[in-house]
């Protein structure tokens, strides 16, 4: 689905450059791909929770708790994210000892009201409100983003205190994405405004960081997770996975890497 957005880029910057400099302002829309299905859990322990954000919008999460000890992953998925195609991922979370609470944005999977930028960081906001609320303690919370949910995750950590934050397929900016599939773009960069600038937050996060990216990755270049580790503070952790692909991360052996990193790093 980012690819889309490259295309919308690159045809609304060919309009920009004819005199149509308002209609670029609308690229902001081909960031977000929200599926309004409603769907519910399938797998033994998950159920639904709805949460409210502090501007009245009400957001639907997925949470399956953590065996007695074990970490809760706060998760936030990408721009065309559904929790019901992400079973693989969830019986890995729940294999490996750990609970999750994935909070699906403004507008999508039955969340009410419209996704943007804001909007986002507000959802992301209330998702870790709710875990302190009931009885989670910062160190037991991974902030955990793939691809969109990355520059949600980060600017999160930078905001909250928690055990560990974990990226999967991460970016410097929506923009320089954006420009690394075409560099035209590259000074142009205000025809996004919706920038998931994860650049300029991740200097502020605290706290381990896991960076995973695949070096086949199709749609954020692999060289903007590494760009991103070298911002990030220590201790942190780049894996390059090989021949993997933007969403084949899970079925390639993430979360193989993921647990041996949170034993490194226990709650403190």
Not at 12 to 20: I, M, P, S, V, Y
Not at 212 to 219: A, K, Q
Not at 243 to 258: E, F, K, M, P, Q
Request: neutral net charge; contains cysteine.
């Amino acid at each position: 689905m980012l690819k889309r957005i490259l295309i919308a880029v690159v045809i609304l910057f060919g309009l920009a450059a004819t005199g149509c400099a308002a209609l670029a302002l609308s690229v902001n829309r081909f960031i977000y791909h929200p599926s309004t299905e409603v769907a519910a859990p399938s797998i033994p322990g998950v159920r639904v929770e709805h949460i409210h954000t502090s501007d009245g919008q009400t957001l639907v999460a997925w949470y399956s708790p953590p065996p007695r000890g074990g970490p809760i992953f706060l998760f936030f998925d990408g721009n065309a994210g559904r929790p019901q195609i992400a079973n693989a991922r969830w019986r890995a979370i729940q294999q490996g000892g750990a609970g999750f609470l994935a909070v699906y944005y403004r507008g999508y999977s039955g969340s009410t009201g419209e996704p943007s930028e804001a909007g986002l960081h507000e959802d992301a906001r209330a998702g870790y409100d709710w875990l302190i609320a009931n009885n989670y303690r910062a160190q037991d919370i991974v902030i955990h983003g793939f691809s969109l949910g990355t520059g949600v995750a980060v600017r999160l950590a930078a905001e909250r205190p928690a055990r560990a934050l974990i990226l999967e397929a991460p970016f410097t900016s929506i923009d320089a994405v954006a420009g690394e599939h075409a560099p035209m773009l590259a000074s142009s960069s205000s025809l996004i405004t919706d920038r998931f600038a994860s650049s300029e937050w991740i200097g502020r996060v605290h706290m381990p960081v896991l960076i995973i990216h695949g070096d086949r990755d199709s749609v954020v270049p692999f060289n903007e997770g590494r760009r991103l580790y070298t911002l990030a503070n220590d201790p942190k952790e780049f894996v390059p996975m090989a021949g993997s692909d933007h969403a084949t991360l899970v079925r390639d052996g993430s979360y193989d890497h993921i647990w041996p990193f949170l034993v490194a790093h226990p709650p403190r």
